[in-house]
């Protein structure tokens, strides 16, 4: 049975920040929301954590996970950036986009996309998200939470510890997030590419 966080969306509570902390630290699966929408999110080696996702999501090898960070020095230690990049991604950031990159050797390689060795990063604009980062001191693995036959991402906290009560270990809730997923730009060929259009206005990598 998950366990259920109800966070202050403006104020997060420190104790329950801690607590949830703790589940990721415990090799746990969680249910978090974001600046566009919740994300399923574990520890960046939590093996069985990624498949649990997987299955719950009914991904393949070829999707991209993506690492949530908490900032751009957090971020330099799993991609390769080089100065125009980094000035392109750093002027849309903290917000909704997510950026595919090639990754450096501190990525599992189970992690990667398997053929382009790239993987996704992000920098949410989210006090609670911000806050269970900063607990963490280190990204969060995570997808959109967006369940197998379904358009649209799961909105609302409650709904979610009902549906994966049995398949997530905590659900994090500080209020309705939206359902739009982040704009996804491709920078693994040094070049921006549009890869889905989302949260994040595409205008400036057009």
């Known amino acids: 049975m998950a366990r259920y966080y109800d966070v202050h969306p403006d104020n997060p509570q420190p104790r329950s920040i801690g607590k949830v902390a703790d589940v990721v ?76 990159l090639p990754a450096t050797k501190e990525v599992p390689r189970r992690l990667m996309h398997p053929k382009r060795k790239t993987v996704g990063i992000r920098i949410p604009d989210h006090v609670t998200a911000q806050a269970l980062l900063a607990e963490l001191g280190g990204p969060l693995l995570s997808s959109t939470l967006l369940l197998p036959d379904e358009e649209e991402p799961l909105t609302q906290g409650w709904e979610i510890k009902d549906r994966l009560d049995h398949v997530v270990d905590a659900v994090v809730d500080s209020g309705d997030c939206g359902t739009e997923p982040t704009t996804v730009i491709d920078f693994s060929s040094g070049e921006p590419a549009s890869v889905r259009r989302g949260s994040g206005d595409t205008a400036r990598y057009e």
């Open 25 to 100: 630290r415990g090799d746990g699966v969680i249910a978090y929301p974001t600046d566009s929408c919740f994300a399923l999110g574990c520890g960046l080696d939590n093996k069985s954590g990624v498949d649990r996702i997987r299955s719950i999501r009914k991904l393949d090898e070829r999707h991209h996970f993506t690492l949530v960070c908490r900032n751009f020095a957090q971020l330099g230690q799993f991609v390769i950036v080089d100065n125009a990049v980094f000035r392109a991604i750093k002027a849309c950031t903290p917000g909704g986009y997510t950026f595919i």
